[in-house]
């Protein structure tokens, strides 16, 4: 009974997480591709690197406050202006929101569910990224451009599974240099995952929120935390107090949330999206 309820919160999550609404722009279209994560090695997933953020001069950096849930009206500073509101339009005609973050001048991480419409399993074909969002007529950058997703091996006869929630996006323009981007560290041991510092930062409803704390591991790909999340935030970043990302919001049980990690799988399928 108790693994049924915690797999119905999960799906709760999941299907409330996005809000279905009509799209303010035509948005950008794209192609979401599937790949079995199955392919990597645990061995391979252990293997730590870095890759810097970026802070563009036009962007000023902010600072932290304290650590409770905080809504941030500065959208527009950095770690935040790197943090996609994202507003999807799927091959089934239905639409949801969701959350993502820049990596790269061109690349940017989310859950891959924010990717698939959870009422008919299909995948998006059209998205609209705000960044520095605050509403449609006030935003740092709007990207409805081409885009391409892999997408990890989710949704399989419309049974979710947390294995493999993660999507990777290449954006057809550089809008990191505009929007900045979170730095990435791949593949961390389990005994710096529980003790880095994290912040967990997400949209819902067009409005971003963030609250911080410490996670733990739960395998290695996942990792939990009990600092409050909504609905919609999956796809959010969970960095550290130097703009690193370490991890990808995606779910949550009647326990804890969880994230994805930022495992060498990630960074070999980002790194490959052509």
């Known amino acids: 009974m108790k693994k049924i309820l915690s797999f119905l919160l999960i799906m709760m999550l999941l299907l409330s997480a996005f809000s279905y609404t009509a799209l303010a722009e035509e948005p950008g279209q794209g192609e979401v591709i599937l790949f079995d994560i199955e392919e990597e090695s645990v061995a391979e997933l252990m293997e730590e690197a870095e890759e810097e953020p970026f802070i563009p ?20 500073r950095f770690p935040y202006s790197a943090i996609a509101y994202m507003e999807v339009q799927g091959e089934c005609g239905d639409s949801w929101t969701g959350s993502g973050f820049m990596v790269g001048k061109d690349r940017l991480l989310t ?35 081409r885009w391409t997703a892999w997408a990890g091996n989710v949704f399989s006869n419309k049974n979710y599974t947390t294995n493999g ?17 979170l730095g990435s560290r791949w593949a961390l041991t389990d005994s710096t995952v529980a003790s ?9 409803d067009g409005v971003l929120r963030y609250d911080s704390g410490l996670p733990w591991v739960l395998s290695s790909e996942h990792i939990a ?31 804890y949330n969880i994230g994805y990690r930022l495992t060498t799988n990630v960074e070999t399928k980002l790194d490959n999206l052509k």
């Open 57 to 76: 001069e036009s962007v000023e950096k902010a600072i932290f406050g304290k650590d409770d849930r905080v809504r941030i009206y500065d959208t527009s």
């Open 165 to 181: 929630d993660f999507g990777c996006i290449k954006l057809s323009k550089n809008v990191g240099d505009v929007t900045g981007w």
């Open 111 to 145: 859950a891959a569910h924010c990717l698939v419409c959870t009422k008919h399993g299909k995948w998006a074909k059209g998205i609209t990224f705000y960044f520095g969002y605050k509403t449609h007529k006030n935003y740092l950058y709007r990207y409805n451009d």
């Open 196 to 204: 880095t510092y994290c912040y967990y930062a997400g949209y819902r």
């Open 225 to 255: 935390f009990t600092m409050d999340t909504q609905p919609g935030n999956s796809g959010g970043p969970i960095f550290d107090a130097n703009y690193y990302a370490v991890g990808i919001i995606i779910a949550h049980n009647d326990q």
